[in-house]
C-alpha cells in the first residue's frame, strides 16, 4: 500500500513520526510532503524522515491563508501526479531508484492539512484528517467535509464537529495524542549542555503564541507579563528561561532579549519538558507535552479552550494562568518517568486507515 502522508506545522512531525515508523514496519510505502513553516522542515531532518518540501506560510490573514491553501493544494496534486521526485532527505535515499516513482496512493493521511485534504479529493484518494482542538472553525470546515475519517480524541463530543460535515466519521481515541508519540520517549539530559543550562538552577520553558493562527493573537497582554516575569527572576534569583519562539520573526524579536535562551534550530524539546520545572506556554501540544511527561504546566491561550484542555484542566493536570504571581519559579524533584502513560500508535493507525476497511 502506499501512503501519503501532509505535515504544515512543526508539531504535525511529532504525531506523525510513530505512525511512518509503524506503517513502515508493516512493509507500505509512505511519501512525505511538507511545508517550510515554523521548525517543519528542521524536524523531518533531526527525525531522519524523508520528504519532499512543498510550499510555504503565505500569512496570517484570511485572504493569505485561502490563495495559501489554493496554491499548494494545486503544487500537491502536480507532486502527487508526477510521482515522487526530489524527496529531501538527511542521506541517500536507501531504497532501488525503481521504487521511488509507483503508482497512485492508496490513501493520504493529514494532522489538520486541509492542503492535502483538497488536494486528495481532486485525486480521487481517500483521505483521513486529525486534530485534537475542535475551535479551528474555518479549518475544520474543509478538512472534516472532505476526509472519511476524522481521528480525535475521546474528550471531545463528537456532535461539537457535525457542523463541519463530520457526522458519521468521527474515529476516537483514548488519552491524549502526546502519550502515542511520546510512548518509546526518554529524555536525553544532553540537551541541556547543549543549550549551556546549569542542571541545578530552576528551568522554565516558554512557548510563545502562534500568532499566524486565525484562533489566537501574539498580543497577549499576559504573555508578556510572564516574559518580564522571568526576565525579573532570571536577574535576581537564578531562574533560566528557555524560550522556544513559532516563527523566524518571533525568533528575532526575543533573541536579543537579556536572560533569556532562544535556541537558533529545533531542538530536543522534550527532553527539555521532561527536565524543566515549569512550562508556560500559549499553544497546546506543548503544554500537553508537559502533562504528558509530569512537568508542572500553565497555559496562557485566550481563545476559546477546547474539550482537551477543558479535561485536562478539571483534572488538574492542566493550570489556566490568571497572573505571575502564580508562577513558582523553584526546583523541583523530576517526576518518575515510569509512572507516564504509554499509548500504542498502532491505535492511531488503525483509526486513520479505517476508510480503507470493508
Known amino acids: 500500500m502506499r501512503v501519503w502522508i501532509d505535515l504544515t506545522n512543526s508539531p504535525h512531525v511529532l504525531v506523525m513520526r510513530p505512525v511512518i515508523d509503524v506503517l513502515r514496519a508493516d512493509g507500505h510505502e509512505v511519501e512525505v510532503t511538507a511545508?517550510?513553516?515554523?521548525?517543519?522542515?528542521?524536524?523531518?531532518?533531526?527525525f531522519e524522515i524523508p520528504h519532499t518540501a512543498i510550499g510555504r506560510h503565505r500569512g496570517e490573514r484570511l485572504a493569505d491563508k485561502a490563495l495559501g491553501l489554493a496554491s499548494r493544494s494545486a503544487a500537491l496534486?502536480?507532486?502527487?501526479r508526477r510521482g515522487r521526485a526530489g524527496a529531501r532527505a538527511p542521506g541517500p535515499d536507501p531504497r532501488p531508484a525503481r521504487s521511488r516513482r509507483l503508482g497512485p496512493f492508496d490513501i493520504a493521511l493529514g494532522h489538520g492539512s486541509n492542503d492535502v485534504s483538497v488536494a486528495a479529493r481532486l485525486l480521487r484518494i481517500p483521505c483521513s484528517t486529525t486534530f485534537?482542538?475542535?475551535?479551528?472553525?474555518?479549518?475544520?470546515?474543509?478538512?472534516?467535509?472532505?476526509?472519511r475519517a476524522v481521528v480525535v480524541p475521546d474528550a471531545i463530543p463528537p456532535e461539537r464537529l457535525y457542523r463541519y460535515g463530520a457526522e458519521g466519521k468521527v474515529r476516537?481515541?483514548?488519552?491524549?495524542?502526546?502519550?502515542?508519540?511520546?510512548a518509546d520517549f526518554e529524555p536525553d539530559p544532553a540537551v541541556l549542555g547543549d543549550l549551556g543550562l546549569d542542571a541545578g538552577r530552576p528551568l522554565v520553558v516558554v512557548r510563545t503564541p502562534p500568532e499566524v493562527s486565525l484562533y489566537h493573537r501574539f498580543e497577549n497582554d499576559l504573555f508578556a507579563a510572564v516574559l518580564a516575569r522571568l526576565r525579573e527572576?532570571?536577574?535576581?534569583?537564578?531562574?533560566q528561561s528557555v524560550v522556544l519562539p513559532r516563527t523566524e520573526a518571533q525568533r528575532v524579536q526575543l533573541r536579543d532579549v537579556p536572560g533569556f535562551t532562544v535556541p537558533e534550530r529545533a531542538i530536543d524539546a522534550q527532553s527539555l519538558i521532561a527536565y524543566a520545572d515549569l512550562v508556560v506556554s500559549a499553544?497546546?501540544?506543548?503544554?500537553?507535552?508537559?502533562?504528558a511527561l509530569g512537568t508542572p504546566v500553565y497555559t496562557t491561550f485566550e481563545g476559546r479552550l477546547g474539550a482537551v484542555?477543558?479535561?485536562l484542566i478539571a483534572e488538574g493536570r492542566l493550570r489556566k494562568l490568571a497572573g505571575v504571581d502564580q508562577l513558582e519559579l523553584v526546583k523541583r524533584a523530576p517526576p518518575a518517568q515510569s509512572s507516564r502513560a504509554r499509548r500504542d500508535p498502532r491505535g492511531l493507525v488503525e483509526l486513520l486507515l479505517s476508510p480503507l476497511s470493508p
Open 172 to 182: 476516537a481515541y483514548e488519552g491524549l495524542k502526546e502519550e502515542y508519540y511520546l
Open 309 to 311: 484542555d477543558e479535561r
Open 233 to 239: 527572576a532570571g536577574a535576581e534569583e537564578g531562574v
Open 35 to 46: 511545508r517550510d513553516f515554523a521548525q517543519t522542515l528542521q524536524l523531518l531532518d533531526r
Open 77 to 80: 496534486v502536480r507532486w502527487a
Open 132 to 147: 485534537d482542538y475542535e475551535w479551528a472553525a474555518v479549518q475544520h470546515h474543509v478538512n472534516c467535509r472532505l476526509a
Open 283 to 291: 499553544g497546546g501540544t506543548m503544554n500537553r507535552e508537559a502533562v
